[in-house]
């Protein structure tokens, strides 16, 4: 299949141990196709395949997680969530809520609160 677009002149890190560089990609559809050298990729293009000039930026895989984006984000699903709290009151009643609800949990966990959650700055004796 001829390849619908090409990411040339790039620092390709391709995650496979047994080719870890390339300098091209070519996608066909929805699949990569092809890594290789330029020469090698550039070779694949027809004549209405788009061939985009990296300038050596570097690419990789979009869902290599470089630094826990993907699981803290999903992990964060199961806090508690402050975004739409505000005052003493209401984060004591979200928590105790959180905690009825989640028994078996050794740890509550919250995300989303604004530091400005209390209309005091927070300190130890709040947590408690």
Do not use: W
């Amino acid at each position: 299949m001829t390849p619908h677009l090409i990411l040339t002149n790039a620092r390709v890190l391709t995650m496979d141990p047994a080719h870890p560089r390339a300098e091209a990609v070519a996608l066909a559809g929805e699949r990569i196709a092809a890594i290789g050298t330029r020469a090698e990729i550039e070779a694949l293009a027809g004549p209405g395949t788009e061939v985009f000039d990296c300038n050596g930026a570097t690419l990789m895989p979009g869902f290599v997680e470089s630094h826990l984006h993907l699981v803290l984000g999903g992990t964060e699903l199961a806090h508690l969530q402050l975004t739409h709290v505000h005052g003493e009151t209401a984060l004591a009643k979200a928590f105790r809520d959180f905690a009825a609800k989640n028994p078996d949990q050794p740890l509550l966990m919250a995300q989303g609160g604004d530091y400005a959650i209390l209309d005091h700055p927070m300190t130890r004796h709040d947590l408690d």
